[in-house]
């Protein structure tokens, strides 16, 4: 299984960028598949989930608003837009693939040890 995130850059304060996440080896039709970050120093933590069969969206309070995932399970990839970016946001980005069972209604899908494959990652740089 592998995972290919891509999307990544730098940017200013309030602009836009589109992560991508694209899996191959695996069919994660049935699974579903989340973004987290890890900001330099910090631990990482969660930013948004999807589902796998009703398209379900769950955001982090920071995000909300402002980011929205969506999937493309013909594609068998994850997208998360990011807009109205600014330096909080920098980070490296991980998408991954939960376990199976994982809904993200469960608040557990914020623990990253939920997560089954991950990416490895693509950095996001807001400057201000």
């Known amino acids: 299984v592998q995972l290919q995130a891509s999307g990544g850059g730098s940017v200013q304060s309030g602009g836009s960028l589109r992560l991508s996440c694209a899996a191959s080896g695996f069919s994660s039709d049935f699974r579903s598949r989340g973004w987290f970050r890890q900001a330099p120093g910090k631990e990482r933590e969660w930013v948004s989930c999807?589902?796998?069969?009703?398209?379900?969206?769950y955001y982090a309070d920071s995000v909300k608003g402002r980011f929205i995932i969506s999937r493309d399970n013909a594609e068998n990839t994850v997208y998360l837009q990011m807009s109205s970016l600014n330096p909080e946001d920098t980070a490296v980005y991980y998408c991954g693939i939960y376990y199976e069972n994982r809904r993200c209604s469960d608040r557990v899908t914020r623990d990253d040890s939920n997560i089954d494959f991950w990416g490895k990652g693509t950095l996001v740089t807001v400057s201000s």
């Open positions: 999807i589902t796998a069969f009703d398209g379900r969206t």
